[in-house]
């Protein structure tokens, strides 16, 4: 069941409420006159939820290459540019 608590309230209890999301592992969305404005999750859901994000970054990444291969090849240029092109990317900081 979704937990809502407006943002005034859990300011006050921020100590509790954090120490029952880190038990219970369930969201609280916190809201300002009634509007849901931020979700508090405990740690473990947030690097799931990250990583979950990086994952599905690292697939469109991987389709859109695979995209610009086909364009590149279907163009009757050198995909081997791009390759290069893709190596140097990855080196930059």
Do not use: C, N, W
Request: hydrophobic content about 40%.
């Amino acid at each position: 069941m979704d937990r809502f608590m407006g943002v005034e309230e859990a300011r006050t209890h921020l100590g509790r409420l954090v120490e029952e999301i880190a038990a219970s592992g369930e969201p609280v969305s916190l809201t300002k006159r009634g509007r849901p404005l931020a979700t508090l999750v405990s740690s473990e859901e947030y690097a799931r939820l990250k990583q979950a994000a990086t994952r599905d970054a690292r697939e469109d990444l991987s389709r859109r290459l695979a995209e610009v291969r086909r364009a590149v090849r279907t163009a009757g240029l050198d995909v081997s540019v791009v390759e290069e092109a893709i190596a140097a990317a990855r080196r930059l900081p």
